[in-house]
């Protein structure tokens, strides 16, 4: 059982940064691939960017190659997200997951979620 908890999420001009973090609580933190998700209004949740246990290996949609980033601590149980470059299109409530599996689709254990809103 993972338990998660998202913060650093708020309000931003396009063109400006956030860093979103992930808290995670359980011992077995180090075991599970992590996960960004969002879900703008009137729209499905969209996978953003997901890393491996070890942090060896990170993916991204392509819609955010080469602005966000994606990094865990494990000693500290906590996965950020660094966003850069931000767009109004980036407005979203941001989830963060954990599965075992790195390359799921479906993650099992959810955070509450953040809000972040860029403005134009």
């Known amino acids: 059982q993972v338990r998660l908890g998202e913060s650093g999420g708020g309000l931003v001009q396009a063109g400006g940064s956030l860093r979103l973090s992930c808290a995670a609580s359980?011992?077995?933190?180090?075991?599970?691939?992590m996960g960004w998700f969002r879900q703008a209004p009137g729209k499905e949740r969209e996978f953003v960017a997901a890393i491996s246990w070890n942090g060896g290996s990170t993916r991204y949609a392509d819609f955010v190659k080469g602005r966000f980033t994606l990094s865990r601590d494990n000693a500290k149980n906590t996965v950020s997200l660094q966003m850069n470059s931000l767009k109004p299109e980036d407005t979203a409530v941001y989830y963060c997951?954990?599965?075992?599996?790195?390359?799921?689709?479906?993650?099992?254990?959810w955070g509450q979620g953040t809000q972040v809103t860029v403005s134009s």
């Open positions: 359980g011992r077995s933190f180090r075991n599970y691939a």
């Open positions: 997951a954990a599965d075992r599996n790195y390359a799921s689709a479906v993650y099992g254990f």
